[in-house]
Antibody, heavy 121, light 107 residues
């Protein structure tokens, strides 16, 4: 059974750096074709893809946020970490990690429960 | 970036109704489209991928069709547990983009 779970602070102040951890089980991120993405959803709004890390350590970022995002993985711990610098109130959202399984696959077949991050002083 | 639109933005329907949601892409995405269902306070759940393939465990009353720039999600007979928001997602190019959502609520 595949599971993912996000963890991190519920509240950050403007200009601070956010660090989120996705801890997963039921698959290995070192297996060919496996990928983990971060996706966020502001309250009452649509989903926005942020970043992805692949089994071979390739990394991809949303162009508009590229300078603020860093994604990394620790295969031994089954974790993917996302950092986002210079947080702003508009970054208030529920942040999800989600799995993609397959080399030519770009949809998300398993999601974490999400973690709400509020940016406020 | 590929822009995704959905119509309608909301629909009121009754149990047993047939519901159709349309998703349009700003450019040809072949059949690289997925549909998700999201209930309040929950993560999205994959329903359909590759425009028309039913994800394992998803009831057969859900179906998808289309290619190119226009796609549809159909719920053949709406059940109480289907009241939710539905999102399409293009899976052709990075950044992957989602539609704004269609809320299906009780009439």
């Amino acid at each position: 059974q595949v599971t993912l779970k996000e963890s991190g602070p519920a509240l950050v102040k403007p200009t601070q750096t956010l660090t989120l951890t996705c801890t997963f089980s039921g698959f290995s991120l070192s297996a060919s074709g496996m990928r983990v993405s971060w996706i966020r959803q502001p309250p009452g709004k649509a989903l926005e893809w942020l970043a992805r890390i692949d089994w071979d350590d390739d990394k991809f970022y949303r162009r508009s946020l590229k300078t603020r995002l860093t994604i990394s993985k620790d295969t031994s711990k089954n974790q993917v970490v996302l950092t986002m610098t210079n947080m702003d109130p508009v970054d208030t959202a529920t942040y999800y990690c989600a799995r993609t399984s397959g080399r030519d696959v770009n949809f998300f077949d398993s999601w974490g429960q999400g973690t709400l991050v509020t940016v406020s002083s | 970036d590929i822009q995704m639109t959905q119509s309608p933005s909301s629909v009121s329907a009754s149990v047993g109704d047939r519901v159709t949601i349309t998703c349009r892409a700003s450019q040809d995405i072949n059949r690289w489209l997925a549909w998700y269902q999201q209930k309040p306070g929950k993560a999205p759940n994959l329903l359909i991928y590759d425009a028309s393939s039913l994800q394992s465990g998803v009831p057969s009353r859900f179906s998808g069709s289309g290619s190119g720039t226009e796609f549809t999600l159909t719920i053949s007979s709406l059940q109480p547990e289907d009241f939710a928001t539905y999102y399409c997602q293009q899976a052709k190019d990075l950044p992957f983009t989602f539609g704004p959502g269609t809320k299906v609520d009780i009439k």
